[in-house]
């Protein structure tokens, strides 16, 4: 028998399952970069244009493929190492000088992924706690925040930089369930990269994949649960109304 994973279609009929089992539901997790906003496009604009300045790759631009094997989703530590791998030092300081103008581009021109709110809501209806979980530096995270109308929203905002692992490694994960009081058990995460979904994965919650800018293939080999285009999904929704129904099913008769 062949098994192939080049569709999301293979995940999405255990995904109401995965998700259920979690019940009665306490957190949800949420990336920000990718997963809360479109910003990739502003990043790769940034480091495309600051890269062009000093003459990386003798001139030539980076290329959108570039940017998804070596940035997007990487902890700056490793961004700085993988441009520039025989000065580090320097590698930072690009790295600093870039996400200020990140932060001056996302002032303009930051969007949120179709169907935020609609998610938000349903998140503050079921009284669930939320935490933001970042590799993006606190300056970043708490623009973007602030920019999406967000920062009433989190219980707590958990920063790559601020752990002694960034994501791959599942710390940043497992700090949020702590700072939350909650158990991974009955909380499941939304990202978009493969360092994130494997950092959730690796801390032992379903991971909800969003296929924002990251190649459908990519992101399916880090084993999301559940991979959506974004939070208008129809599969998101019909794994979250397996939550309404066990509730329903749970209270006790009239």
């Given at each position: 028998?062949?098994?192939?994973?080049?569709?999301a279609?293979?995940?999405?009929?255990?995904?109401?399952?995965?998700?259920?089992?979690?019940?009665?539901?306490?957190?949800?997790?949420?990336?920000?970069?990718?997963?809360l906003?479109?910003?990739?496009?502003?990043?790769?604009?940034?480091?495309?244009?600051?890269?062009?300045?000093?003459?990386?790759?003798?001139?030539?631009?980076?290329?959108?493929?570039?940017?998804?094997?070596?940035?997007?989703?990487?902890?700056?530590?490793d961004?700085?190492?993988?441009?520039?791998p025989?000065?580090?030092?320097?590698?930072?300081?690009?790295?600093?000088?870039?996400?200020?103008?990140?932060?001056?581009?996302?002032?303009?021109?930051?969007?949120?992924?179709?169907?935020?709110y609609?998610?938000?809501?349903?998140?503050?209806?079921?009284?669930?706690?939320?935490?933001?979980?970042?590799?993006?530096?606190?300056?970043?995270?708490?623009?973007m925040?602030?920019?999406?109308?967000?920062?009433?929203?989190?219980?707590?905002?958990?920063?790559?930089?601020?752990?002694?692992?960034?994501?791959?490694?599942?710390?940043?994960?497992?700090?949020?369930?702590?700072?939350?009081?909650?158990?991974?058990?009955?909380?499941?995460?939304?990202?978009?990269?493969v360092?994130?979904?494997?950092?959730?994965?690796?801390?032992?919650?379903?991971?909800?994949?969003?296929?924002?800018?990251?190649?459908?293939?990519?992101?399916?080999?880090?084993?999301?649960?559940?991979l959506?285009?974004?939070?208008?999904?129809?599969?998101?929704?019909?794994a979250?109304?397996?939550?309404?129904?066990?509730?329903?099913?749970?209270?006790?008769?009239?």
């Open positions: 028998m062949t098994v192939t994973i080049s569709s279609e293979n995940i999405v009929d255990d995904a109401e399952v995965s998700l259920s089992r979690l019940a009665p539901l306490e957190a949800v997790l949420f990336d920000v970069d990718g997963t906003c479109d910003s990739d496009p502003l990043h790769h604009y940034a480091f495309r244009e600051m890269l062009l300045e000093i003459n990386f790759n003798d001139g030539v631009p980076i290329t959108e493929q570039f940017f998804i094997k070596n940035i997007a989703g990487k902890h700056n530590v961004i700085a190492l993988s441009l520039f025989d000065d580090l030092q320097r590698g930072l300081k690009f790295t600093e000088d870039k996400e200020a103008m990140f932060r001056r581009l996302a002032s303009e021109q930051l969007k949120p992924i179709n169907g935020l609609k998610l938000k809501k349903w998140v503050e209806d079921h009284g669930l706690k939320r935490a933001a979980v970042t590799n993006a530096p606190r300056a970043n995270a708490e623009v925040i602030s920019l999406l109308g967000l920062s009433d929203f989190f219980d707590a905002v958990i920063v790559g930089d601020e752990c002694q692992h960034a994501k791959p490694h599942p710390e940043p994960y497992l700090k949020a369930l702590e700072v939350l009081n909650v158990s991974k058990d009955h909380t499941f995460v939304c990202e978009d990269s360092s994130g979904i494997k950092a959730g994965v690796a801390a032992g919650m379903p991971v909800v994949g969003l296929t924002t800018r990251n190649p459908e293939h990519l992101l399916l080999e880090a084993k999301p649960t559940l959506i285009k974004d939070y208008e999904d129809p599969k998101l929704w019909t979250l109304e397996e939550f309404d129904k066990q509730a329903a099913a749970a209270k006790p008769a009239a």
